[in-house]
């Protein structure tokens, strides 16, 4: 009776410990979309528009997953925190005019797929606004992939009108961090993905391109633009750290979008997030 007693016992443990085992690495890139919130009630003047001039005011904010066959990493993390959600996962919602708000925490979207956050090797920011580092300091025991001038920013003297929530990343100073030099940097040595040097935004703004073997060439913008009619106007936002650098990082991405035929996703643009494929799924 006490073996069979055992013998249960070790049976029930096993689906735990299979949980919490990544799954095995694919034979060609994956990249997993996460619905990590939206933000409502901006008003287009913050972006220089009046407000008949913009199609949808409504933001998104994604995440992004990346599973290479040799490693991960997770790109943005999100407008709310995991730890602001209740023990029974309602949705949380933050602000008054402009009102932030989520209906999944990232760590159970990323365990639905077969991750948790120690499984990630990398971390990637588009760039430190608080829309986007929400999670961050979940991963700080991967490598940070960041261009010193948006590291120095970020741990620097308190700058003010700076989108910034540093508490949100404040475990990164101490992670193990790559400080990337050149204006491609290829995360994983086969230009499958690769993140590009845009600043502008920020002083380190950067965006991600994917080359992925069945959907093709991917780039994933992070703030270059917010709305579309950001592209066929020039308009850039009233907070951009620098207007002529934007300028400058827009000109290069779309010269870089015709050259490789990628596929443009404006991260905060809802009309593109509502067409793609969310977690579970995945784009390969």
């Known amino acids: 009776m006490r073996t069979r007693c055992l013998a249960a016992l070790f049976l029930a443990s096993v689906p735990l410990v299979l949980a919490q085992t990544a799954p095995k690495p694919p034979k060609s890139v994956r990249l997993y979309v996460f619905d990590c919130g939206s933000i409502k009630g901006l008003s287009p003047a913050m972006f220089n528009f009046k407000p008949n001039e913009v199609k949808a005011t409504e933001m998104v904010v994604p995440c992004y997953l990346v599973v290479h066959p040799k490693g991960t990493m997770i790109w943005d993390t999100g407008v709310i925190a995991d730890s602001a959600f209740k023990a029974d996962g309602s949705p949380v919602t933050q602000g008054t005019g402009v009102i932030m708000g989520a209906t999944k925490p990232l760590k ?12 990630i090797t990398y971390l990637g920011l588009s760039h430190y606004h608080s829309d986007h580092t929400a999670n961050a300091n979940d991963y700080a025991g991967s490598t940070w992939l960041v261009h010193q001038e948006e590291r120095d920013f970020m741990f620097g003297p308190p700058q003010q009108g700076a989108i910034m929530a540093t508490a949100s990343f404040s475990a990164l100073k101490d992670a193990k961090t790559t400080i990337l030099k050149a204006d491609d940097y290829d ?11 845009a600043p502008g935004h920020t002083p380190g703004h950067q965006v991600l391109f994917l080359n992925l073997a069945k959907t093709g060439p991917v780039l994933v913008a992070g703030d270059l633009y917010h709305y579309p009619e950001e592209r066929t106007t020039g308009n850039v936002p009233t907070f951009e750290y620098n207007k002529e ?7 290069k991405i779309e010269g870089f979008l015709k050259q490789s035929k990628a596929q443009l996703w404006i991260e905060h643009d809802k009309a593109t997030f509502d067409t793609l494929k969310k977690a579970p799924a995945f784009y390969e």
């Open 108 to 119: 159970a979207q990323l365990a639905a797929v077969g991750y948790k956050p120690s499984d």
């Open 245 to 251: 650098q934007s300028l400058a990082s827009r000109a």
């Open 187 to 197: 995360v994983f040595g086969d230009k499958t993905v690769i993140i590009k040097f």
